[in-house]
């Protein structure tokens, strides 16, 4: 993390990750964002598997991978085969459901548990993968020297997060990380040196942060133009909270504070 921007970190665990996504607040995210719990849906796995290099053969490791969406996208479509790795019961149990439904169990497997003890041994997986999730992770060089230790030899990481860019004043940074639980966003450069630490060649990083704002609207919209249906399965009160947390991170991405990136690196 750059020390110039870097923000005091938030003192969320995994039983707060495991609160909101066992409850409401999870069901509205997926009714927001889709099955696929990331900026961008489908179309953003697949970008992200093709600068992964997915194929046929691929041993694929989605680490946070809630309602295994993303997995059944890529078995589906390049036949790999992915493990979905989640702290969240419910999450777990929900992807376990909807793989069976699709058809897809031969080819995917969930497991329940932390990013930051990967219950996998060492050099299990051709690609560790991950969408957006990351934020949640309290010790981000620990989850990607868990990564390193899990990849074969020549294996990659891939993955997009949401990133801090800009300097904020403690209190707006508080607030934005307070809204989604997350103890503490990493920058791209940051992410860029933990990567070069654990031993990964950098393959390619971006800066998506354009295309995050430009959701984050759309996100808003959502929100707002489902206000009645929202207020009638949540309530008011979870309602008014999301619009107005919502907004801050609407505002903080417009001013570029806030945004995300994409990651990809190389075991040596
Ligand atoms: C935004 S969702 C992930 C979305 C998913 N990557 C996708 O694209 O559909 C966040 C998920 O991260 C999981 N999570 C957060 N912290 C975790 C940790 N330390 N270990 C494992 N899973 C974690 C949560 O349980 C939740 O299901």
Redesign the pocket.
């Known amino acids: 993390m750059n020390k110039n921007i870097e923000c005091k970190r938030l003192d969320f665990t ?1 039983g707060d ?2 609160e ?2 066992e409850g409401p607040v ?1 069901q509205l ?1 997926e009714e927001l964002m889709g ?4 900026v961008g849906g489908e179309k953003e ?1 697949d970008i992200l598997a093709r600068k992964a290099g997915i194929k046929r053969t691929s041993c694929v490791l ?9 997995a059944r996208h890529l078995a589906r479509k390049y036949e790999c085969k992915v493990t979905g ?4 019961e419910k ?1 777990v149990n929900e992807a376990v459901s909807r793989t069976e439904r699709d058809g897809l169990s031969h080819l995917i497997n969930f497991r329940l ?4 003890d990967m219950p996998f041994h060492a050099g299990t997986f051709d690609t560790v993968w ?4 990351w934020c ?3 010790d981000k060089e620990r ?1 990607i020297r868990e990564a390193n230790r899990v990849l074969k030899t020549g294996g990659v990481i891939a993955f997009t997060d949401w990133i801090q860019n800009g300097k904020m004043a403690d209190k707006e940074c508080e607030e934005l990380n307070t809204f989604m639980a997350f103890p503490y966003m990493e920058t791209l450069d940051g992410y860029e040196e933990i990567l070069r630490q654990k031993d990964f060649v950098i393959i390619e990083k971006e800066d998506l942060s354009k295309d995050f704002a430009r959701h984050c609207h759309l996100y808003q919209n959502g929100l707002r133009n489902g206000k009645e249906k929202i207020i009638s399965n949540y309530g008011k009160e979870l309602y008014l909270a999301a619009d107005e947390g919502l907004n801050k991170w609407v505002v903080a991405a417009d001013k570029g504070k806030v945004g995300r990136g994409r990651l990809i690196g190389k075991k040596m």
């Open positions: 995994i990750v495991n909101i996504y999870g995210w099955e696929e719990i990331h796995t989605d680490v946070c991978s809630a309602l295994g969406g993303p790795l989640d702290a969240t999450m548990g932390n990013a930051l991950g969408q957006d999730a949640y992770i309290t989850l």
